[in-house]
């Protein structure tokens, strides 16, 4: 048989489609956006280390939409998931796509093909800018279980998490700022140099930032409004990353137990002498210095203060941080105090060297309950820079006396760049020599003083070295002796709580101690909850003890004889 040739096979096909008896091929169909298929795995532009292998290459990935932040007030983007993710735990199968409010279709449950460049954008693996993003369809992506303690989170980056077991709030400082809470795992973390057996390394595997899906200042809507100490189960969310740190955005309300409640006074004291010792945080009547920037703010942090003393309600109260005004700032304090209490429930002592600083040291006691012996006395030791103030009491009827030295040892803050009172890195901060030559001089001060009992802000955590220099020359911290553990700390510092106050006795006076408590107002709380007018929401106001400082107030029982 002979093929035919091409012309001919032309000619038969033609007279075949003019006579009906061939049909003409149909039009090829136009392809869609969905029929460009991905080019990378997500678990390819994450790779297994800390930073994208594909950085500033153009990629087209699938995934799953598991979390959506486009608005302008959020994150400008949304989170993907692989559905189908690899067999490499070092990956992570999640990435965040920088898009704006460009696709606004997009929402959570959406099948989408994303085109766009992969960076790292400072620590945060993301595409960027995000070209064309395709939906496809529909998908789920079930929440992956993880639990704290964790090494690292690089390999769930972006990833949608759920944390199963109990977690803690630590720190809510900047929760009214930024809409940040951190917690941990296996209750609160403390600072390392407050007790033994804590170290930085292990509070960092515990903690976990939980943000509010926004990179706003002061959001105009507040997650909840949550005291350190508390706790919630089960936080289901996505994990990004920023400002150096890995953060969980919610995906679910979070529901918090209570589990650290306010309680409405301290501990009840056993004893016939209550001692207390409370920074007032810049109480100046002096406006726009140090505390409050106008009249308005005053009277609500002189409300607070008013509320925390009548709580307190010590026979003496030795103060830290009142505006070194002579007697002003202090006598005002006294008088808004009797205004609620009664007329000459307190009266103040008077500094007889409170030194050059802008804020002073004080004390306040019941003249119904104490009678001064002597004289009040301070030290002109240029080592001081706010110089402590020394009073004895008996009892109203007699009986054996005790001394109280306050003090306001040098603050960790102003460090200086070189030499012996820089930083250190040994977790005690800066001053801490100067600091431990404060407490050497203490020691000297109270040498002849009847049953001394050194109390106030030593600006050292429990196990740093001025506590050691105190309690090897014999004083001993009262808190530690009366105080449970787990609720020995009077102030917080990036979420880690620790005791900066302290009430330290002599072995003379400690036969009569018969029980110390730190009343937990303050350090627990946020600061949205303060005084201050700027960006605190309104409502949140109360003329409360709650937040009327950064530190608790500390109180001790002393069992004194006589009438």
């Known amino acids: 048989m002979h093929a035919l040739p091409r012309a001919s096979w032309a000619a038969i096909t033609a007279a075949a489609l003019t006579a009906g008896l061939l049909s003409a091929p149909a039009a090829a169909t136009p392809a869609g956006p969905c029929d460009t298929p991905p080019d990378r795995e997500i678990a390819e532009v994450q790779g297994s280390g800390a930073a994208t292998p594909l950085a500033g290459q ?8 598991t979390a959506d932040f486009q608005r302008t007030d959020q994150l400008s983007g949304f989170f993907l998931q692989d559905p189908t993710p690899d067999a490499d735990p070092a990956t992570s199968d999640a990435l965040f796509a920088f898009a704006r409010e460009s696709f606004k ?13 992969a960076i790292e954008f400072n620590g945060w693996t993301e595409l960027s800018p995000v070209t064309a993003v395709d939906v496809c369809g529909t998908g789920s992506i079930a929440p992956q279980r993880h639990r704290l303690p964790s090494a690292d989170l690089e390999p769930v980056e972006n990833m949608l998490l759920t944390f199963p077991q109990r977690l803690t709030v630590n720190d809510n400082y900047n929760l009214g700022r930024f809409g940040e809470v951190t917690l941990s ?23 976990l930032l939980v943000d509010d899906g926004s990179n706003q200042q002061n959001p105009a809507t507040l997650p909840p409004v949550v005291r350190a100490g508390d706790s919630a189960t089960g936080i289901t969310g996505v994990l990004g990353y920023g400002f ?8 679910e309300p979070i529901r918090y137990q209570s589990t650290n409640p306010r309680l409405p006074r301290p501990f009840p004291m056993i004893g016939n002498v209550t001692v207390a010792s409370f920074n007032t945080l810049n109480w100046f009547t002096t406006i726009g210095s140090r505390g409050a920037s106008t009249a308005e703010e005053q009277q609500r942090q002189l409300a607070k203060l008013v509320s925390a003393l009548k709580g307190l309600n ?3 109260v030795g103060l830290m941080e009142v505006e070194n005004n002579g007697q002003t700032a202090l006598q005002a304090l006294v008088d808004a105090v009797n205004a609620e209490m009664g007329a000459g429930t307190y009266a103040a002592l008077t500094h007889p060297y409170p030194g050059t600083d802008a804020i002073q040291v004080g004390l306040i006691y019941k003249p119904g309950k104490l009678t001064p012996v002597g004289q009040a006395r301070s030290s002109e030791d240029p080592v001081f820079s706010r110089p402590p103030l020394v009073q004895s009491f008996r009892r109203k009827h007699g009986g054996q006396p005790f001394t109280m030295v306050v003090n306001h040892l040098k603050s960790k803050g102003s460090c200086p760049d070189s030499g012996p009172d820089a930083d250190q890195g040994d977790g005690q901060g800066c001053w801490n020599p100067t600091r431990v030559a404060q407490a050497q001089a203490l020691l000297g001060l109270i040498e002849d003083l009847p049953a001394p009992l050194v109390l106030g802000d030593l600006n050292a955590y429990g196990e740093e070295d001025p506590i050691e220099a105190l309690e090897a020359g014999g004083l001993t911290s009262l808190t530690k002796r009366y105080v449970p553990a787990p609720l020995r700390y009077s102030y917080l510092f990036d979420g880690l709580a620790g005791e900066l106050d302290h009430m330290m006795a002599s072995k003379q006076l400690l036969r009569r101690v018969t029980s110390a408590a730190i009343w937990h107002v303050n350090a627990d709380e946020p600061r949205i909850r303060d005084y201050n007018t700027e960006f605190n929401p309104p409502h949140l106001y109360r003329p409360d003890a709650y937040r009327s400082s950064d530190h608790d107030p500390l109180v001790v029982g002393l069992t004194l004889p006589g009438r």
Do not use: C, W
């Open 58 to 65: 153009t990629v087209r990935v699938e995934g799953v939409v």
């Open 105 to 117: 279709d997009v929402k959570v449950g959406d099948r989408v093909l994303v085109t766009g460049r």
């Open 185 to 207: 795992s296996g209750g609160r973390l403390f600072q390392p140099t407050d007790r033994p057996g804590v170290t930085a390394d292990d509070n960092a595997r515990r903690s």
């Open 244 to 251: 150096d740190r890995y953060r969980l955005q919610p995906t």
């Open 314 to 316: 010590a026979d003496a």
